[in-house]
């Protein structure tokens, strides 16, 4: 079929490989949400330039195109498509949460939501540039 990631033949079955990326991006966000404020910088003109939103659209971009890539590779990119992307919009909103109430120093923003959500749906359409998936 025109437009399957897989149309190889190859075996369907997850490896490794295709899981590593998103995992690690997903480690690595985390990992940028949990540092303390008091280790970020105190105002400074990156912050009048917003560029915070600009890289949560970059890293939640790549973890979605990943993501996608990953489901593309095992063949059922049609079929989970919506779930993986309300689960990675769920995975912003949960961080942007986390960081209000468990992380020091840090707040949530409705900006940051909103890139985590632009980043998503722009991860989605670089996958279906790239690919061809126009599914």
Not at 9 to 24: D, K, Y
Not at 38 to 45: A, F, G, I, Y
Not at 60 to 65: D, G, M, Q, T
Request: aromatic share 12%; hydrophobic share 50%; proline share 2%.
């Amino acid at each position: 079929m025109r437009g399957d990631l897989n149309d190889s033949g190859i075996s369907r079955e997850v490896q490794l490989r295709h899981v590593v990326m998103p995992l690690t991006w997903a480690s690595l966000i985390l990992g940028l949400h949990a540092i303390p404020g008091t280790e970020l910088p105190q105002e400074t003109l990156w912050d009048l330039l917003h560029v915070d939103k600009l890289v949560h659209l970059f890293m939640f971009a790549v973890l979605s195109c990943s993501v996608f890539v990953a489901l593309g590779k095992k063949g059922v990119i049609r079929k989970y498509k919506w779930y993986a992307g309300l689960a990675l919009l769920l995975y912003g909103i949960g961080l942007e949460f986390a960081q209000h109430v468990w992380f020091v120093g840090r707040e949530s923003s409705w900006g940051d939501i909103l890139a985590d959500g632009v980043g998503v749906f722009a991860g989605r359409l670089a996958f279906r540039g790239v690919y061809g998936c126009w599914n």
